[in-house]
């Protein structure tokens, strides 16, 4: 036989190995994709939830009367979510990092002056808002 009659004669062991092999590849791809998506759900979700807490604080720092006790355990505790913030947000792509960055530099400049400073508050919760909404199209992107 000639290599011309055995490709013939196994062609369709050769289409078939073509096939499962792309086969795996997409699916091995789409397992990936799949997995990441379902990452950044996660993460997303949990970031929303922990924003929403920062947006609480801010308003508590701002809006209420606080003891200084309770002032600063409100501080330290809006520090804690921003920590949280901040580790949530490497699992996001760059414009999420970026967002969070900015939120805790104005976190850090006005955190303080929030029982003070109606300023502070609208800079800080403006910072919030923006990061909540760059995470909602985030997550309405995904497939």
Do not use: C
Request: proline share 1%.
């Amino acid at each position: 036989m000639s290599f011309k009659q055995k490709l013939g004669h196994h062609s369709l062991s050769i289409i078939s190995l073509f096939i499962a092999i792309i086969a795996l590849t997409y699916n091995t791809w789409r397992s990936d994709t799949t997995e990441d998506n379902r990452n950044i759900r996660v993460a997303g979700f949990e970031l929303i939830k922990q924003l929403g807490s920062i947006q609480n604080t801010t308003h508590k720092l701002h809006f209420f009367d606080n003891a200084e006790q309770e002032h600063n355990q409100l501080v330290i505790s809006g520090w804690g979510n921003m920590a949280l913030i901040e580790d949530l947000s490497a699992l996001l792509p760059e414009t999420v990092r970026f967002s969070v960055q900015q939120l805790k530099q104005s976190w850090q400049q006005n955190s303080e002056l929030l029982s003070a400073d109606q300023n502070a508050e609208i800079a800080l919760s403006k910072q919030i808002a923006e990061t909540r909404t760059l995470v909602r199209k985030l997550l309405i992107s995904l497939d």
